[in-house]
């Protein structure tokens, strides 16, 4: 089920700009929310990165001041346009995120921005995979996304975003342990942080196979 505020987001830029400046509040602002990746990680300016699941390129923004090799892909057309008149300074690449274009050991670092919950259980499985296989050894994979609150007092915020902007896939990435699926995938986690009230994780995982 989805709901007209859901269509409203992916149709109007301003409208998905302006949601996602309230929802950032919770961890500091919009500014934050898309440095939360950085928080230690190494940076090598060399080091080739993917934006997965790019959107309007609100997180490749970030990235950009940081390395000089990045790449955004997504698989809406219209997300490539924006994020291509936005963030310029990106390579992109429009294709699904469970069939990537690119070749075995292609990136140093992956990370995907509020982008899995809108993944089925299997779609989710091949993602991970997928990352797996573009990564160099010792690759990194960051995935930010949401989580089941630690603090009670978060869940009617999060409840009541994921039922006006959310479809059930969201409802069940807040039951999937996406430890588990990173080791089974080859991964180990290496830093796993929650923020606003535990409604938002940040996961480090590096490639050790």
Known sequence: MTTIFRDWSYRYQ?????????????????????????EDLPINP????????????????????????????????IAIQRAK??????????????????????????????????????QLRQIIQEVHRILLPEGQFIIIDFHRPTNPLFWLPI??????FETETAWQLLQTDLHQLLSQSGFQ????????????????ATKQS
């Open 46 to 77: 060399k080091a080739k990165v993917l934006d997965l699941c790019c959107g309007a390129g609100q997180a490749t923004h970030e990235m950009v001041k940081h390395f000089h090799h990045v790449t955004g892909l997504d698989a809406s057309p």
């Open 85 to 122: 008149r936005n963030v310029p300074q990106a390579q992109y690449v429009e294709a699904f995120a469970e069939k990537m274009p690119f070749s075995d050991h292609a990136f140093d670092l992956v990370v995907t921005n509020t982008a899995m919950h809108e993944m089925e259980s299997e």
């Open 14 to 38: 301003w409208f998905y700009d302006m949601v996602s400046a309230l929802a950032a509040i919770a961890v500091g602002g919009e500014k934050r929310f898309h440095r939360l990746f950085l």
């Open 159 to 164: 409840a009541t975003f994921l039922w006006l």
């Open 189 to 204: 986690v290496t830093s796993s942080r929650l923020y606003a009230g535990g409604s938002l994780q940040v996961l480090r």
